[in-house]
Nanobody, 124 residues
Framework: QVQLVESGGGSVQAGGSLRLSCTFS????????MGWFRQAPGNEREFVAA????????EYTDSVKGRFTISRDNAKNTVYLQMNSLKPEDTAVYYC?????????????????WGQGTQVTVSS
């Protein structure tokens, strides 16, 4: 089955940058919409960004527009989230998710597969 493994999380000062990576295995990566979600303690899981199979179309939640960039490399079976100008409110566990062919990027329950998450902590 599909397996997703996130990496790249860590601790950073406000204003700093991190790049998250998610490696995909088990199926044909180019058939899957890929998304990033995050969840902070006491909060629901929140949509962050998503990218279509072709990588032509992407979508972001308003709070990260202009700061985060989602990208994918279908030859490497990897999706990335470049996070710049990080703020303390970005602190959360970040999850990679995959959905077969559909474009419903903001809907948590449409994604078929999830990674285990990687912690991002942004200090003031």
């Amino acid at each position: 089955q599909v397996q997703l493994v996130e990496s790249g999380g860590g601790s950073v000062q406000a204003g700093g940058s991190l790049r998250l990576s998610c490696t995909f295995s088990g199926r044909t990566f180019s058939n899957y919409v890929m998304g990033w979600f995050r969840q902070a303690p006491g909060n629901e899981r929140e949509f962050v960004a998503a990218i279509r199979q072709s990588a032509v179309l992407s979508e972001y939640t308003d709070s990260v527009k202009g700061r985060f960039t989602i990208s994918r490399d279908n030859a490497k079976n990897t999706v990335y989230l470049q996070m710049n100008s990080l703020k303390p409110e970005d602190t959360a566990v970040y999850y990679c998710a995959a959905d077969y062919r559909r474009w419903l990027p903001r809907t948590v329950d449409t994604y078929d597969y999830w990674g285990q998450g990687t912690q991002v902590t942004v200090s003031s």
